[in-house]
């Protein structure tokens, strides 16, 4: 029988399955049906600062009696308290529960809000920590590199305030990805989750507003996620968690042919269950059977670009006669 572990982030999984962050990981409940499921570690729903300051303005804006700017100073530290509070004992009841490695996740805007819930996730006991971190380029009088630059000074500051290990998940909007995800893993990060999957917007056009669209991944969306660590595979020097569009025991074993060193998928288990991981997870131990593989080491990479004959199937994208087979 097929042995499933592997190393991730510098912790041994029982599997490179990863449960992704979403709503599903929100509870204690779901996490052990996630380790009985087969999972190898779960990445809890992330804590966005975003969301407890904007909780804060709200209670605010209907208390309309705090009119004091020291009230409302006492009520915003006591309700961002108790959502962390809420978080941080996740994090201590799912380490409790479980035996699988906990990943926390934190999405935060300013530096202090980074290095504040970093240190105290640490102390709660988390494993890893996953920086979910991606600033859409849209504004128009912000170069490239100012952009960069805050990815960089982020890791930076992280590591000098925690010694858990780190992995950053973004996207893949960078003009020169292969570049900025290389020098990325240069920085000692432990891991690139790639790529994060964000909402998109659509228009109403009935109810003439904007709403959000395609919530969960297809998996036709598989693709580009192969494309990418299929090239990024071989020149990075940290590990690789491929996510997006990962919805079956065959997307799986692609992304990790493709050089994925582990896998998070989220959406597919909003539509079959949990459970569905353990169907995934004995998909891949069946076909490493058939295959004759032993370890996931054996096949890992095995059809990364720098791994085949024809190295350019990577690099095409136009749809030219010869190559796409239809007209
Ligand atoms: C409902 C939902 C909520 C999500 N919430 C988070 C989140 O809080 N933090 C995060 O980093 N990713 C979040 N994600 C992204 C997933 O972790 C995952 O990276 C992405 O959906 C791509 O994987 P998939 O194609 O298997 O869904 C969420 C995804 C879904 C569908």
């Not at 989750?193 to 036709?220: G, Q, Y």
């Not at 025991?249 to 998070?264: F, H, P, T, Y």
Request: with cysteine; charged share 25%.
């Amino acid at each position: 029988m097929a042995s499933l572990s592997i190393k991730y982030m510098g912790l041994d999984l029982s599997s490179p399955l990863i449960l992704g962050s979403c709503g599903l990981t929100n509870s204690v409940d779901n996490l052990v049906k996630a380790e009985q499921a087969g999972f190898g570690a779960v990445v809890l729903k992330s804590v966005f600062e975003e969301q407890i300051k904007y909780d804060i303005e709200k209670t605010y804006q209907s208390g309309g009696n705090i009119s004091h700017s020291q009230s409302y100073d006492y009520i915003a530290h006591y309700q961002e308290e108790a959502s962390i509070d809420k978080h941080l004992r996740l994090i201590r009841d799912a380490k409790d529960a479980l035996s699988i490695p906990v990943i926390a996740s934190i999405n935060c805007f300013s530096i202090e809000g980074w290095m504040e819930y970093a240190k105290r996730i640490e102390q709660s006991g988390a494993d890893m920590l996953e920086v979910n971190y991606f600033d859409l380029p849209t504004h128009f009088e912000k170069k490239a590199d100012e952009y960069y630059d805050s990815y960089f000074k982020l890791i930076r500051e992280l590591q000098a305030t925690v010694t858990l290990p780190i992995a950053l998940k973004t996207s893949h909007y960078f003009t020169d990805l292969a570049y900025f995800m290389q020098k990325l893993s240069y920085t000692g990060l432990a891991s690139l989750v790639l790529f994060n999957r964000f909402h998109s917007p659509d228009i109403n056009i009935e109810k003439m507003e904007i709403s959000n669209t395609n919530k969960l991944s297809k998996p036709e969306e598989l693709s580009n996620t192969i494309r990418w660590v299929g090239i990024l595979s071989e020149h990075l020097r940290c590990d690789i968690c491929a996510t997006t569009g990962c919805h079956d025991a065959e997307g799986l074993i692609k992304l990790i042919l493709a050089g994925a060193d582990a896998v998070q998928s989220a959406s597919v288990f909003y539509i079959k269950g949990i459970e569905y991981g353990r169907e995934m997870v004995d998909g891949l131990a069946k076909w490493m059977d058939q295959k004759g593989y032993a370890t996931i080491d054996q096949f890992k990479a095995k059809q990364n670009y720098a791994n085949i004959e024809d190295p350019a199937v990577y690099f095409r994208i136009q749809f030219m006669k010869c190559m796409a087979g239809i007209e």
